[in-house]
């Protein structure tokens, strides 16, 4: 049957539930901390750049993929008022403030270090898991600083590298990194991790580090053992001495299971083996004659049982979630500039969006909703309608219901105004 509809002009926002976000920033005091970080890099007009990021944000939380989508929240009757002063920049200043942004690398360090950081003391943490790894963003066109590198996804394709370090308990960013497509991971890794662990260290009674084999070294283990409250667990190349070592020593199964385990080491650390049987006909077993597949861990932690720590580690896969996470719902690689520094400063801000709603899951969201991603949370609480009215000299938001029920929605806003 067909529905006959007509068009209403009716001045309204279909993602008024972004209140609950923009309620957030302010309760965390966001555009002070923003000035207090960044400081005055320009004449404030009509909007602090602090208000221009927090639109971004919007623009990415409620679907944006591409930085002209900041043009269309123009057309917005609460967005443009919720973060901001009721002002969309134009694009040149959007522009300026970000290629401003992309030039000052400690700053943006700063502003993740210290959303973080509130974060941990109201959750009173004392133990954290980093997960650190590094991602290929493969791009279209000829931005700047796009090459030609190891991009897994779309091999001899343009791309940047992007570096990170991921709290796995909150699901948060601390640390972040744009490098040129070309750059291999281990470049600058060792500074990366020395300038996390030094700010966290002081802070946090136990780290725990999970690093993938590409960046491995021994300068990376020292380093790491340098710390007295870091605990490293560090996948290894298998080459010369240990691959013969793997292949000659004894393994054991627990739980019936069918992998086997096995470990050696000295008394500052343990190298823990993995053993799988190879699935026949691989191309392999015509250059090899052992038909095991091995997985090393080098550790610290010396009175683990071997399966459980491979348990552990086994969850730093939670961490190329995130990546696809930020790839497909954060706009990451999707908002590129042909200024390398305008590109540098729209990854910091979607890892900078993804980092407030994992602030946002862990202070308001209780139960199965404190696991929902963006997608599902934009369907359940965002998509709100909303629209502001005058009366009795006070601008008033009408709210919708959310999808999730009011009464959710009323218990979300009490956390957030208690942070």
């Not at 340098?226 to 292949?247: F, T």
């Not at 580690?313 to 930020?326: H, P, S």
Request: positive net charge; contains cysteine.
């Amino acid at each position: 049957m067909k529905t006959r509809y007509q068009i209403s002009a009716l001045n309204a926002s279909p993602f008024g539930g972004l209140y609950a976000i923009s309620e957030l920033l302010h309760q965390m005091k966001f555009e002070a901390l923003f000035q207090e970080v960044f400081g005055d890099f320009r004449q404030v007009r009509k909007s602090p750049p602090s208000e221009n990021i927090a639109l971004l944000i919007a623009t990415i939380l409620s679907g944006g993929e591409r930085l002209y989508d900041l043009e269309r929240t123009a057309q917005d009757p609460v967005l443009p008022e919720l973060f901001g002063r009721g002002y969309v920049p134009y694009d040149t200043t959007i522009r300026d403030d970000l290629q401003k942004i992309g030039a000052m690398d400690e700053a943006r360090q700063e502003l993740l270090f210290r959303l973080n950081e509130l974060l941990f003391r109201h959750l009173q943490m004392k133990i954290i898991t980093l997960d650190l790894d590094g991602s290929a963003v493969s791009v279209e066109g000829h931005q700047e600083k796009a090459e030609k590198g190891y991009c897994p996804e779309d091999p001899g394709s343009r791309c940047f590298q992007s570096l990170s370090a991921n709290c796995a308990e909150t699901d948060t960013t601390l640390m972040e990194q744009t490098r040129p497509g070309s750059t291999h991971c281990a470049k600058g890794f060792l500074e990366f991790v020395k300038t996390l662990l030094d700010r966290l260290s002081p802070q946090i009674k136990k780290i725990i580090v999970r690093v993938d084999a590409g960046p491995f070294s021994r300068k990376l283990v020292k380093l790491l053992e340098s710390y007295d409250n870091v605990i490293y667990e560090l996948a290894v190349p298998q080459k010369g001495w240990l691959k013969r070592k793997v292949r000659a020593m004894e393994y054991k199964s627990y739980y019936d299971s069918q992998r086997e385990y096995g470990s050696f080491g000295n008394a500052k650390r343990r190298y823990y083996v993995e053993r799988s049987v190879r699935k026949p006909g691989s191309q392999l077993d015509l250059l090899e004659d052992n038909h095991y597949n091995y997985r090393v861990v080098l550790s610290n932690d010396l009175h683990r049982q071997p399966h459980t720590l491979f348990d552990h580690y086994n969850q730093r896969g939670d961490d190329e979630k995130n990546f696809a996470e930020l790839k497909n719902e954060y706009a990451l690689g999707k908002m590129v500039s042909g200024d390398f520094a305008v590109t540098k400063a729209l990854f910091w801000v979607s890892y900078l969006a993804f980092t407030i709603i994992g602030i946002f899951r862990k202070i308001a969201l209780r139960m199965e909703y404190a696991h929902y991603r963006l997608r599902r949370l934009r369907y359940l609480l965002f998509s709100a309608i909303a629209y502001f009215v005058n009366h009795a000299r006070q601008r008033i938001l009408n709210l919708a219901c959310p999808k999730m029920g009011e009464g959710r929605f009323k218990f979300i806003l009490q956390r957030i105004w208690s942070l």
